[in-house]
């Protein structure tokens, strides 16, 4: 079955880190630039962050910039968000998401797969 599993949510206090981490089964993310989103209640999915699939490239949303960091483990097959100086306001579901191979991706819909989610709360 081909997915992305995300893994690393919790619960953590303000001013807390989190890394939150995706693996791909039965896919490929080395040559995927993986994607971050999330969602929060009520509210519409927001972009995260990106790395492009030769990592030259990374890209955040302006909320996190600065705090969070994406990266990737070739050899794990796993990409990574780290998530420092957390507040309450990045309370949300976050998904790990990848295109087909070599796509550079602009818009959610251009995402092929989906990760289940993973639950992240911070509390004040």
């Known amino acids: 079955q081909v997915q992305l599993v995300e893994s690393g949510g919790g619960l953590v206090q303000a001013g807390g880190s989190l890394r939150l981490s995706c693996v791909g089964s039965?896919?490929?993310?080395?040559?995927?630039?993986t994607a971050w989103f999330r969602q929060a209640p009520g509210k519409e999915r927001e972009f995260v962050a990106r790395i492009t699939w030769n990592n030259a490239y990374t890209y955040y949303g302006n909320s996190v910039k600065g705090r969070f960091t994406i990266s990737r483990d070739n050899a794990k097959n796993t990409v990574y968000l780290q998530m420092n100086s957390l507040n309450t306001e990045d309370t949300a579901i976050y998904y790990c998401?990848?295109?087909?191979?070599?796509?550079?991706?602009?818009?959610?819909?251009?995402?092929?797969?989906w990760g289940q989610g993973t639950q992240v709360t911070v509390s004040s």
């Open positions: 998401a990848a295109p087909d191979p070599w796509r550079a991706p602009v818009r959610p819909d251009e995402y092929r797969y």
């Open positions: 039965g896919l490929t993310v080395s040559n995927r630039a």
